[in-house]
Nanobody, 126 residues
Framework: QVQLVESGGGLVQPGDSLRLSCAAAGRTLSNYVMGWFRQAPGKEREFVATISWAGVRTSYADSVKGRFTISRDNAKHPVYLHMNSLQPEDTSVYYC???????????????????WGQGTQVTVSS
């Protein structure tokens, strides 16, 4: 069982930046592909970004490409989502997720992730 904990959300103004963090309670995430997803009220949970277990490959949703960066520090275990130029449409609860298997392929499909954090709220408003 992998228990994921997100942090770093908050209320910001359009154009601001935030960094979200995801850590696993009591274990390392270094062997897992990791993903970030988000869900706005009344909408489906959608893919944001994913990173390979070694941190070499990444993939992004078109809506965040060029503004968001996913990274990981396998020595210290967290996975980060750096969000720049935030816009009101980025307002959502952000979730990190991990699949069941170690050393798996990148995936943008939420159904291929088995472990989820509780989410952290990001609100972008002037």
């Amino acid at each position: 069982q992998v228990q994921l904990v997100e942090s770093g959300g908050g209320l910001v103004q359009p154009g601001d930046s935030l960094r979200l963090s995801c850590a696993a309670a009591g274990r390392t995430l270094s062997n897992y592909v990791m993903g970030w997803f988000r869900q706005a009220p009344g909408k489906e949970r959608e893919f944001v970004a994913t990173i390979s277990w070694a941190g070499v490959r990444t993939s992004y949703a078109d809506s965040v490409k060029g503004r968001f960066t996913i990274s990981r520090d396998n020595a210290k275990h967290p996975v980060y989502l750096h969000m720049n130029s935030l816009q009101p449409e980025d307002t959502s609860v952000y979730y990190c997720a991990a699949p069941l298997r170690h050393f798996g392929p990148l995936s943008m499909n939420k159904y291929e992730y088995d472990y989820w954090g509780q989410g952290t709220q990001v609100t972008v408003s002037s």
